[in-house]
């Protein structure tokens, strides 16, 4: 069917299969902000919209005299961005989609714009395609490809008009927004729009619907693209494609509509803090538990790291990706391509949570039983019941619970100097 610029039509196109399969992403904010690399991807904003006085201190300390946010662009430079390595390192994370800022709200870009004169990355600082060159890459190790894209720009002169106009004008639309969201399209192909920047208009001023309506009905990728829901002031877990609701969302229930939490490893910022410190980062067990209850809930999960100005992603984002990837090695079969089981948790603890796959069960639970027995009240068990131990050879022995559900008796795990794994999964064949 052809879609209609109205949220009605465009609201009942179904959701290209991919995105629900993949389950786990990648999400990189890079742009000018990592050149300060302080406090967070805002610093334009705090520094010169709200003339915080840490800001302004941090800039006065650290740079000459009289220096603007545009001095920042020429070092920006992606000297050490190798692509390749990226694509390995997502690869080895796990990541099966991976979204790159291609415009944060500053409005410098990361590709060639031509309606973005001298302030991208292809005139200035790294003079590369950043976009072109790690779609290549993300391409070759077969992972999807997004871009995330702000409609607004802070500081944009035909933004401020159209804002002090009330947004009857849409001059910056025209001019801007809308000639990227063609251009990064046809230039790229994505897999994904992630659409940002939108809280401050109407869908009438950004003409979202037009932009959807092209790109479900004529555009190169309108059989595979997904887009997310922000895309008006009020669109955000109403309208769009899958829904992101707000930063770090977390329903606690099991939604109708596809979804994705988006969270930072870096709890602090988004993009790259040189000043951060470790007890401000995601450790390994966190991040295991956002993935395994945003799946169990139905959702996506979207990890970002911001890297340097260099194009480094810092080595302990790089450890915290890695530890990731291995545990997916060993438990993937539990997330990938899963659906929400009947029961989300297990008598609303939350240490044990469900996934399923036709009639498998898988439970995985993030605390490994003092006895070695885990109890599961909310399977019933059948004679035919099978369970396993994802990463271990054979069958493990059970039994039926005295109440209801059943008693797994997992392997004997020797006392072990280092920390064990943070989660484990055990199939289950034949239980209702």
Request: with cysteine; net charge negative.
């Amino acid at each position: 069917p052809r879609y209609r610029p109205d949220w009605v039509s465009l609201d009942a196109r179904p959701l290209p299969a991919w995105f629900d399969r993949a389950k786990v992403g990648v999400l990189l904010h890079w742009g000018v902000f990592s050149v300060p690399a302080w406090g967070s991807e805002w610093f334009w904003w705090h520094w010169q919209g709200e003339h915080r006085a840490d800001y302004e201190r941090f800039v006065r300390q650290r740079f000459p005299p009289a220096t603007s946010y545009a001095d920042f662009a020429p070092r920006f430079t992606a000297h050490d961005f190798q692509p390749r390595e990226w694509a390995r390192l997502f690869q080895r994370a796990g990541a099966r989609y991976v979204v790159l800022t291609t415009k944060h709200h500053e409005g410098f870009t990361n590709w060639g714009s031509p309606v973005s004169w001298n302030w991208n990355s292809l005139d200035t600082g790294p003079h590369r395609d950043l976009v072109g060159e790690l779609g290549q890459a993300l391409r070759e190790s077969n992972i999807r490809y997004g871009l995330y894209h702000s409609l607004l720009e802070w500081f944009n002169p035909l933004y401020l008009a159209d804002k002090e106009s009330g947004f009857k004008t849409q001059n910056f639309v025209s001019e801007k927004t809308m000639p990227e969201l063609y251009d990064l399209v046809l230039k790229y192909k994505p897999d994904l729009i992630w659409s940002d920047g939108d809280w401050e208009a109407p869908d009438s001023y950004w003409n979202s619907t037009s932009f959807l309506a092209w790109l479900y009905n004529d555009s190169p990728v309108k059989d595979t693209v997904v887009v997310n829901d922000r895309w008006c002031n009020n669109c955000s877990c109403h309208h769009g494609g899958y829904y992101n609701c707000a930063d770090k969302y977390k329903p606690g229930t099991l939604l109708a509509h596809k979804w994705e939490m988006c969270s930072s490893i870096d709890k602090r910022s988004w993009g790259y803090r040189s000043n951060m410190s470790i007890d401000e980062l995601m450790d390994v067990a966190d991040i295991i538990e956002e993935l395994v209850q945003t799946v169990s809930f139905g959702g996506n999960y979207l990890l970002n790291v911001g890297p340097t100005k260099e194009g480094v992603i810092a080595p302990i984002f790089q450890e915290r990706l890695l530890a990731l990837g291995r545990w997916l090695d060993t438990n993937g079969e539990a997330i990938y391509e899963s659906k929400p089981w009947r029961v989300q948790m297990e008598n609303s603890t939350d240490t044990v949570w469900y996934t399923s796959k036709g009639a498998v069960v898988y439970a995985i639970f993030l605390l490994w039983p003092r006895n070695n027995i885990l109890q599961l009240s909310s399977p019933a068990p059948s004679p035919a019941t099978q369970v396993t131990l994802l990463g271990f050879a054979g069958t493990l022995k059970w039994q039926k619970s005295p109440d209801e559900g059943l008693l797994i008796m997992l392997p004997y795990m020797l006392p072990s100097p280092v920390p064990p794994q943070p989660g484990w999964a055990v199939r289950l064949e034949g239980v209702k």
